[in-house]
């Protein structure tokens, strides 16, 4: 069962589409369930997130989550963005069902793959940011689901 939050937001997702000239896009996928996230961030010269906009193609979770995270990073610092979890994403949602927790790693990983794009084209480092994975299960073949 869905709560109110996700509902509202798949069924009126925030902050839909594209970004012309994106300060950084990152894409993120989920092969096992088929999700594709994509964000892009328009982000100033004192790195601070302006607008972000996102596409994804998936279930209900994943249009929900995207679209709390990009709620939930514009008009924050570059820094702070860093700081947007998949945990906060579900706490901010009222919760996701234990199947559908992924979508939120998904949202968590789109933020940061955006953010690695931005430090790419700027030549910059921001501090905690890794280098994406294009699939949230890359490296984890052997490893269990834990649904």
């Known amino acids: 069962m869905y709560s109110a939050k996700v509902m509202d937001h798949f069924e009126h997702p ?3 589409g594209e970004i012309e000239d994106a300060s950084g896009v990152g894409t993120v996928g989920n092969a096992k369930c088929g999700d594709i ?12 997130i302006k607008d972000v906009k996102f596409k994804t193609f998936g279930c209900g979770a994943a249009v929900a989550t995207s679209s709390m995270a990009t709620e939930m990073v514009k008009g924050k610092t570059v820094q702070e963005a860093m700081e947007v979890t998949n945990k906060a994403v579900m706490e901010a ?11 939120s790693l998904l949202a968590e990983e789109a933020i940061h793959a955006a953010l690695w794009d931005y430090a790419q084209k700027k030549g910059i480092t ?10 949230i299960h890359e490296g984890e073949e052997d490893e269990a689901e834990e649904y």
């Open 37 to 48: 996230m994509r964000i892009y961030l328009d982000i100033d010269e004192n790195q601070i």
């Open 93 to 103: 949602l009222d919760g996701l069902p234990p199947v559908k927790v992924h979508c």
């Open 126 to 135: 921001i501090e905690g940011l890794q280098k994406p994975k294009s699939d």
């Open 14 to 16: 925030r902050n839909v």
